[in-house]
């Protein structure tokens, strides 16, 4: 079946609750417990729903399990965006949102956020295993003992920008951030009048309007011939959102970074946009001991793995709705992970490297969304602290 990339934005008008792998019953409250952005795999099927609704109304159908299985098979998810923008604006470049990466620091009375550059390691670490290889990873060394403070999870495309080209980022006083509320479902007996306790529960939603702007969702999807509704459903108690078109230009990589990369950087690093499914969880793919060193390819070129910034995996879950049964749990690195890397022939890399790797995609299930990255510059320094 012939498919067109098309470029959207779900714009949620009543929130969104995307459940988390837990079950109802983690906790003796009923709670359900809400992932603070939906994944990928979760916009994909609100994709293959919006779809697949409108065809059953244009045909004046109802698909089977086997329908929806079968005919919303050929709808991929490509990049994908976190976007905000001021109320009744149309959508800019500069409304893009990115995670915060893990090199970014914030520390106490500080008026710059810290950038946490790796050096080589003086000494080895405690583990559960020995492999030598990653045990010469570089380390982040802060330049002092200031205290750490916690980080946002949000960064304007301003802030992103200036990060990955090198540049200086101010503490801004009211971090960008989303609310969230807990919303209480209770069931009435008609023929009582009391309570029902089999449908009192309560779960998580995550406001997207709020005075001074909304949030949305932007994606590139392949999806077949056919009118698509103008109102989605999304997340687990499926919430309406309406379906406008993006322009292209929100996915292109900024002129600042391709310009910080013609300035030469022998160094190169690379912040996952996405959650990333690894064959070997933090590890690349396609990156193996090679004379002490972990080597592989990015953007046709040979290069040598010398830092990851990985906090712990996130488990990735979910409900397949035609098949009415759970999809199986991956582990999967977290958006904000940092890899540092830098080319086998000791040359630069340059802007034509940087719009190659600009929201490619790494991993496996990339036609589900995931495992996307973008590049920043890198200057490796090796003095040992």
């Given at each position: 079946m012939t498919t067109t990339t098309t470029r959207l934005a779900l714009v949620p008008r009543d929130g969104f609750f995307a459940k988390d792998g837990r079950g109802w019953h983690t906790s003796a409250s009923g709670r359900g417990h809400g992932l603070d952005w939906p994944w990928p795999s979760t916009v994909l099927g609100?994709?293959?729903?919006?779809?697949?609704?409108?065809?059953?109304?244009?045909?004046?159908?109802?698909?089977?399990?086997?329908?929806?299985?079968?005919?919303?098979?050929?709808?991929h998810l490509g990049r994908t965006l976190v976007l905000r923008r001021e109320h009744?604006?149309?959508?800019?470049?500069?409304?893009?949102?990115?995670?915060?990466?893990?090199?970014?620091?914030?520390?106490?009375?500080?008026?710059?956020?810290?950038?946490?550059?790796?050096?080589?390691?003086?000494?080895?670490?405690?583990?559960?295993?020995?492999?030598?290889?990653?045990?010469?990873?570089?380390?982040?060394?802060?330049?002092?003992a200031q205290k750490p403070l916690a980080a946002p999870r949000w960064w304007s495309t301003e802030e992103f920008v200036s990060w990955l080209a090198g540049k200086s980022v101010s503490v801004r006083r009211e971090a960008l951030t989303t609310t969230r509320r807990v919303q209480v479902h209770v069931g009435i007996r008609p023929e009582e009048l009391t309570s029902d306790d089999g449908v009192l529960f309560s779960h998580d939603v995550v406001e997207t309007l709020d005075p001074g702007g909304e949030w949305a969702l932007g994606v590139e999807v392949a999806l077949p011939a056919g009118e698509l509704p103008k109102v989605a459903t999304l997340g687990s108690d499926s919430r309406l959102s309406r379906v406008e078109p993006l322009p292209t230009t929100l996915f292109d990589p900024p002129a600042r970074v391709l310009e910080a990369f013609r300035a030469s950087s022998v160094g190169l690093r690379l912040v996952a946009t996405s959650p990333i499914s690894f064959e070997k969880g933090w590890l690349p793919d396609g990156f193996v001991n090679t004379n002490g060193e972990y080597r592989g390819r990015l953007a046709g070129l040979n290069v040598v793995l010398r830092a990851a910034f990985v906090?712990?995996?996130?488990?990735?879950?979910?409900?397949?709705?035609?098949k009415g049964?759970?999809?199986?749990?991956?582990?999967?690195?977290?958006?904000?992970?940092?890899?540092?890397?830098?080319?086998?022939?000791?040359q630069p890399f340059g802007d034509a490297e940087a719009k190659a790797l600009w929201l490619t995609a790494l991993g496996t299930r990339t036609d589900e969304g995931f495992g996307r990255v973008v590049p920043g510059v890198w200057r490796p320094t090796r003095n040992n602290p």
């Amino acid at each position: 079946m012939t498919t067109t990339t098309t470029r959207l934005a779900l714009v949620p008008r009543d929130g969104f609750f995307a459940k988390d792998g837990r079950g109802w019953h983690t906790s003796a409250s009923g709670r359900g417990h809400g992932l603070d952005w939906p994944w990928p795999s979760t916009v994909l099927g609100a994709l293959r729903s919006l779809w697949g609704r409108g065809e059953e109304t244009r045909s004046n159908t109802t698909f089977t399990p086997d329908d929806w299985r079968s005919r919303t098979q050929p709808i991929h998810l490509g990049r994908t965006l976190v976007l905000r923008r001021e109320h009744g604006a149309a959508w800019r470049v500069e409304d893009a949102t990115w995670p915060v990466p893990l090199d970014a620091l914030w520390l106490e009375g500080r008026q710059e956020v810290h950038r946490l550059d790796p050096v080589k390691p003086i000494a080895p670490t405690l583990g559960r295993d020995d492999d030598e290889v990653r045990e010469s990873l570089w380390r982040p060394v802060p330049d002092d003992a200031q205290k750490p403070l916690a980080a946002p999870r949000w960064w304007s495309t301003e802030e992103f920008v200036s990060w990955l080209a090198g540049k200086s980022v101010s503490v801004r006083r009211e971090a960008l951030t989303t609310t969230r509320r807990v919303q209480v479902h209770v069931g009435i007996r008609p023929e009582e009048l009391t309570s029902d306790d089999g449908v009192l529960f309560s779960h998580d939603v995550v406001e997207t309007l709020d005075p001074g702007g909304e949030w949305a969702l932007g994606v590139e999807v392949a999806l077949p011939a056919g009118e698509l509704p103008k109102v989605a459903t999304l997340g687990s108690d499926s919430r309406l959102s309406r379906v406008e078109p993006l322009p292209t230009t929100l996915f292109d990589p900024p002129a600042r970074v391709l310009e910080a990369f013609r300035a030469s950087s022998v160094g190169l690093r690379l912040v996952a946009t996405s959650p990333i499914s690894f064959e070997k969880g933090w590890l690349p793919d396609g990156f193996v001991n090679t004379n002490g060193e972990y080597r592989g390819r990015l953007a046709g070129l040979n290069v040598v793995l010398r830092a990851a910034f990985v906090p712990r995996p996130i488990h990735v879950s979910g409900w397949d709705m035609a098949k009415g049964e759970p999809k199986p749990t991956s582990r999967m690195v977290p958006p904000g992970a940092v890899y540092f890397f830098e080319r086998t022939d000791g040359q630069p890399f340059g802007d034509a490297e940087a719009k190659a790797l600009w929201l490619t995609a790494l991993g496996t299930r990339t036609d589900e969304g995931f495992g996307r990255v973008v590049p920043g510059v890198w200057r490796p320094t090796r003095n040992n602290p």
